[in-house]
């Protein structure tokens, strides 16, 4: 099943044509397995989000899908800090920090996921002064959460 | 919320902007308490709901940075 109609897709390239620099995309899904292990989590989103960023990723050369298949033990998601699935950190040149988005962006946080790519690519956010001087002052690191439902 | 946060980390080395569907992790929605959203947590000691102009967000940051004294 397709997520984006073709009227989506036709939108969402227009968009896309003010992407400036590639992005990697890090998506970490679970492992696929025919058997259900009593007491493993399942991940009932992860084939979904997967589908949705394969549609997403064709829409423009600039955009670069990688996908790891992990269980809790991996090295890659270790490296990463990432402790659950579907989970995806948006990468490229310039940008300093973790970008990063956990669950399937559905409704209005699926333009959230379009906004933060395009945010990615220029590796620029239009801050104000102020803000770039208080982040800038920051001597510690700083974990942000922020929950979303689908709308 | 989702954005600006994701904005601050693409500015800052310092920070990790996570944005969670906090429908598929029941877990966090109980740890965080999250009973309306956006929900925002900085570093587990300061949190806020709602949308929030930009400069509040950066109130709670320098807040939290204060707090926080790992």
Same mark, same amino acid.
């Given at each position: 099943m397709a997520f984006l109609s073709p009227e989506n897709q036709s939108d969402i390239k227009k968009i896309f044509a003010d992407l400036s620099g590639d992005v990697r995309l890090?998506?970490?899904?679970?492992?696929?397995?025919?058997?259900?292990?009593? =007491?493993? #989590?399942?991940?009932?989103?992860?084939?979904?989000?997967?589908?949705?960023?394969?549609?997403?990723?064709? +829409? $423009?050369d600039k955009l670069h899908l990688e996908i790891h298949e992990v269980s809790p033990d991996s090295e890659i998601a270790r490296e990463h800090g990432i402790?659950?699935?579907?989970?995806?950190?948006m990468m490229a040149d310039g940008v300093k920090g973790k970008v990063r988005y956990?669950?399937?962006?559905? =409704?209005? #946080?699926?333009?959230?996921?379009?906004?933060?790519?395009?945010?990615?690519?220029?590796?620029?956010?239009? +801050? $104000?002064?102020?803000?770039?001087?208080?982040?800038?002052?920051?001597?510690?690191?700083?974990?942000?959460?922020?929950?979303?439902?689908?709308? | 919320m989702a954005r600006l946060a994701h904005k601050m980390a693409i500015a800052n080395s310092h920070i990790v902007a996570d944005v969670v569907e906090v429908s598929e992790f029941p877990d966090l929605?109980?740890?965080?308490?999250?009973r309306g959203v956006p929900k925002t947590v900085i570093n587990?000691?300061?949190?806020?709901?709602?949308?929030?102009?930009?400069?509040?967000?950066?109130?709670?940051?320098?807040?939290?940075?204060?707090?926080?004294?790992?």
């Open positions: 890090l998506f970490f899904t679970q492992r696929d397995s025919p058997l259900i292990i009593p =007491g493993r #989590e399942d991940c009932p989103t992860c084939k979904d989000t997967r589908a949705l960023l394969e549609e997403v990723v064709a +829409l $423009s402790d659950r699935v579907p989970a995806l950190i956990f669950g399937l962006p559905s =409704g209005y #946080e699926f333009s959230v996921l379009l906004g933060s790519l395009l945010d990615v690519s220029k590796a620029e956010a239009d +801050l $104000s002064e102020d803000t770039i001087e208080v982040l800038n002052a920051l001597d510690k690191d700083l974990h942000f959460q922020v929950f979303v439902t689908p709308t | 929605a109980q740890r965080y308490m999250v587990d000691s300061v949190d806020f709901l709602g949308n929030v102009p930009e400069a509040t967000f950066v109130e709670h940051i320098q807040r939290a940075a204060s707090l926080d004294v790992t």
